[in-house]
């Protein structure tokens, strides 16, 4: 098969063959050329409703025109100036007239980067050291981070990354989500030196974990009580479920925001943002460095705002239907097998936990059945439908996804269901 023989060539060129850990699975990854909608296709023609969505960006899904007329339009007006162009106040205005809690923001050019530098900010402006993060949570590959982290640290068995010195693991604390008491003894213990607090609104990087009642208020006002900063990171959640932040749907100001996947429209993207006065202290207004080459570059701007544009008008009330009828049906299909299953679910976000329990924790999560998982995905790909490849990725529903789809994909899971 041509992928087999180009993965070969792969694995000469990139560790495990790839250019990110959570594209990696065994055998041999699929090898994908296009896609149109919610359709991809691999190296050999093989068509798979995609349910990846490039790990959630493409919510418009694959070769939007509009997007894509963006792209080819900026592409001849030329691609990189490095001075500030119209379209970042464009994109910027779209995302400050949409997020309430943000006054003024940098765009960089990953999620990454994002966390990375809303975490300097939240020390340089607290003048703090600690960072508290929880158990499962992933804000990128930056040291801060990858610490108990989730995504493919998990899927690999590596929650803290070799290579991260001593000295940075110790100035982050980690806490349990949904878990009030294991961030109160934090508080206790550090609180007065703990910058920042970051979190994932909604989990989604072990699985889907929705926040139990009252659990982000209790952080907000236990940063509050501290004097400590909030970073919602909604890379995932910003722009998925109404145009706006998940922030703005549950009424929670958090003190710093990270975003990026959708504003991008599909191209490479990350933003910080927060109140002029903490944002302000961003070099060279203030001492807080960061920098990038292409952050903000006119790709990704065309891309984003293209998007954004179409986006706005958007009924967000259709994927988020598909969704529910999707895990309904889901259900039926595991339950009349008797195969044990718990579906997490919000918005057009869903995960398929292998879990006889609910799964509220990261201790629950990771009590999974990983392997059946992977079988799972494995007979899905076979049936044409291709899934985030792990027990600790999201799915998500796009804008181009139909009830076609939705009666392909379920008669997929039928047959699916009958061989794990
Ligand atoms: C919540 C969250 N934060 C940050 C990131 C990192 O973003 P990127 O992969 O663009 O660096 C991700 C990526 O999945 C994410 O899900
Ligand atoms: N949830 C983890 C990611 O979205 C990472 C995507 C990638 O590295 O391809």
């Known amino acids: 098969m041509k992928g087999d023989d180009l993965f070969s060539e792969a694995l000469k060129l990139f560790p495990s063959g790839v ?5 990696f699975y065994r055998p041999v990854p699929v090898m994908f050329e296009r896609g149109r909608g919610s359709r991809i296709y691999d190296v050999n023609g093989k068509e798979y409703i995609d349910y990846s969505l490039g790990f959630g960006p493409m919510i418009l899904g694959h070769a939007d025109p509009d997007v894509a007329s963006a792209i080819k339009r900026q592409a001849d007006n030329g691609i990189l100036f490095g001075s500030i162009t119209e379209n970042e106040v464009r994109l910027g205005n779209i995302i400050k007239n949409h997020v309430k809690s943000i006054e003024k923001m940098r765009f960089t050019n990953s999620g990454t980067e994002a966390t990375m530098h809303a975490i300097r900010l939240a020390r340089g402006y607290t003048k703090r050291k600690y960072i508290l993060k ?35 693991t110790k100035t982050v604390l980690v806490g349990k989500y949904n878990d009030e008491n294991s961030i109160e003894s934090l508080f206790n213990e550090y609180g007065n030196d703990i910058a920042a607090v970051i979190t994932e609104p909604i989990l ?21 009580k501290y004097n400590s900063l909030l970073i919602f990171d909604e890379v995932i959640t910003g722009f998925r479920f109404a145009f706006s932040g998940y922030q703005d749907i549950i009424n929670i100001k958090p003190d710093i925001t990270t975003m990026g996947k959708i504003i991008g429209g599909g191209a490479p993207i990350g933003l910080f943002g927060s109140s002029s006065e903490i944002m302000d ?17 006119p790709l ?45 679910h919000y918005g057009s976000m869903f995960q398929i936990f292998f879990n006889k329990n609910e799964v509220k924790t990261y201790d629950d999560a990771i009590k999974s059945d990983k392997d059946r ?19 600790f990725e999201t799915n998500f529903v796009s ?3 139909g009830r076609d789809d939705l009666n392909k994909t379920i008669e997929a899971a039928k047959e699916a269901v009958s061989c794990i």
């Open 19 to 23: 250019n990110s850990p959570v594209r």
């Open 134 to 168: 929880m158990e499962g949570g992933f804000h990128g590959a930056h040291d801060y981070a990858l610490i108990k982290s989730g995504s493919g640290t998990m899927t690999f068995g590596v929650p803290s990354s070799n290579g991260v010195p001593e000295e940075i």
């Open 204 to 224: 989604g990087n072990i699985g889907v974990i929705n926040p139990e009642l009252g659990f982000l208020e209790f952080l907000r006002e236990i940063t509050n």
């Open 281 to 297: 202290l961003i070099s060279p207004s203030g001492n807080v460095y960061e920098s990038g080459t292409f952050s903000g570059n």
């Open 300 to 344: 990704s701007m065309a891309a984003g705002i293209a998007a954004m544009e179409k986006l706005q008008g958007m009924d967000y009330s259709r994927i988020n239907n598909y969704t529910a009828d999707l895990v309904k049906s889901l259900y039926d299909i595991f339950n009349d097998k008797n195969i044990d299953v718990n579906i997490n």
């Open 373 to 391: 998982f992977f079988k799972f995905f494995k007979k899905m790909l076979d049936h044409n439908v291709y899934l985030p490849p792990s027990q």
């Open 399 to 401: 804008f181009a996804h």
